[in-house]
């Protein structure tokens, strides 16, 4: 059997992208396990997808292949395969999605860039890699081919770095933003439970949420959306480790709110209607 | 080869929440089969899952391992696996989601509420058993792993249930209600062929179809959607045995009914204009 | 091993109707692999589903078994299994769905109709002969068996033909209409690279694009979307080969045209504001 290959991309599923990867992925890696991580980071949102890739390394086995895609500049950027410091592998582009997760990791220990006419799919598309260089390079991968096939290595640091937005922890106070609201209207915040701890609010009995399109609400910390009765509103720190905003069911948090994804939330100890 | 694992949630396929539940299980199970049999059960529909897992049962294997997930108050039911009286496995939520499933198969032969922590993914998330608990456990069951290895023997006397709304049949009448609309905008009503049979519309020559909001239709019972002509009303069981309200391309019947699932639908003999 | 499936449908994946038909295949044909090239056909256009099939069939492995399902008549198209000239299996609807892709191979070398009870679950449904008829005869063939054993042959003759909609193409001037817009609100037209080549507009400077509902734009030819700056507008053959017209981040090709799928499109070279 084959290495399995993760995939993850911004390609949603109306189009046939993931599909048409996934062949490529069956005629040159046949029998290889594909594991679809998610097709549904915001088009274009690299930093969405890099923080989903490194918040789910846990989860995926180790010699696993991860192909991840999510390419504003299809066409310009390197493609590249990367082995990290513990030895997992990861194609995709050279534009920073790849290296929170090969932080967590401790760094890179190779690169190499995609160009060896014996991987591409030629004639290579100008604006599909993931078909045409990537989804074969990992096919390789899977199949046990070795990482130098691939093309010339490269410097490790000449590699993208994603910058990631970080809150503003202060006493008392948190300045964060929204990083994404998920089906059932829960607002994921850019926030670590040991942040919320740093600022002291994990010890306010409530807590306000306010929003500069003029939302708010007053929650309580809890633990899981069972812990709410309808309509009362909570913090959790959700399973990837982000602190959200949530509501008890029906409300819709992040329409009460009016929060989209990218926007500032500003989190302080509720200190009552008389204070 | 393990065997397989047929996956049923109400996760949608937005977020990673489908794809790191098949990461984990690819760590756990390598090469075992992970059939999709749908995300998209409306969010927290318990009823709708349950409904749409027991009419699935005859198109899944008998040895697959059946894991469904939807679960309005996950961190506080029971998670269990169960064996049914013709020995197939399911794994989910003690909230009655599985319950129309194992009654089609003469009940509960033996049930475990997943607490061993050979099986959990430690520290399990509050908010996300499906990754940390219910997963591993499907995996470890197709592996060929024991039930008794997840946890303590429950007694199926203490397992909830799913109450399931039915619809009233009388002689010349039905009082039902929408349980899903489709992609091509077919209303599913809470009615079986045999219950159209026991009110005698199955006799009438056109059936009016109303609804409170005001939205009427007059339909002729037929056997699929090309029996109808553009803009003609039909009555017909859909694959999965359901009455279903149809219209003729393009019309969208759920749209020009103005319905939507869980509105009251009633069911009468067309007397036509002068009667 | 089995040989693959690749599945193409315009089901969505709201319903359980792709879930169901990998059900039936798992049950079938253990062990399969099943590629989903797409199930977001827009609903009932077979033209749509016909041209995806024919363009993907380059990363398609030979020896797959092509599923394919666009069928607004369902229940009463024949379902029919074709062998092509190069060898290649199909399996789907007789009403041309899959006449582009055996075209590029050669044409017809063997067509059945599939009725054989043997291949058959029945009670078929009327209305879902995906589940019930083709997906169990692309299992069959998946697992080695013979085409012969699906139903009587049929002569090619007989088969069902798709109409494209085929561009005018004149020196100076193309009229044509739009195939698709995709998640990124590319404008996909029905226009190769080789006829605009042909139109001599390959030559102009920039290309003015019109629609009859006033929008319009004004392009230049690029080869992928990293070309083009903010705002500014290209027209690019796409993975598929297709013209399409594309507008730099943030701007929404579609949306700032205002045109949706089978819309016509005005191609000429843009003269100025002073011509």
Redesign the interface.
Known sequence: ?TR?I?F?SD??????W???C???I??LA??C?V??????VP??DVSAGAL?LAD?LP???HD?IVLAVVD?????DRDIAVEDEEGRLFVGPDNGLLSPAWHVEGGVRTAVSITSSSIL?EPV????HA??VLAPAAAHLAMGGPLADLGPVIAPDTLAEVQLAEPLVEPGKITCEVL?I???GNVQLNVRGSQLVASGLDRAERILVETPVGGSAVASTV?????LSSGEWGL?V??RGWLSVICG?PINAAQSLGVAGGEVVWLSPDRGPSD
């Open positions: 059997m399995s993760v993850l390609f949603g599923i109306r189009n046939e993931v599909g048409v996934h062949a490529v069956d005629k046949p029998g396990p594991v679809d991580l998610s097709h549904g088009p274009l989903l789910s989860f995926i086995r696993a504003p500049s299809v066409g310009r799919l598309s100008a604006s599909f078909r045409d994404d998920n089906r059932f633990a899981t959306y069972a812990d959790m959700d399973p069911n």
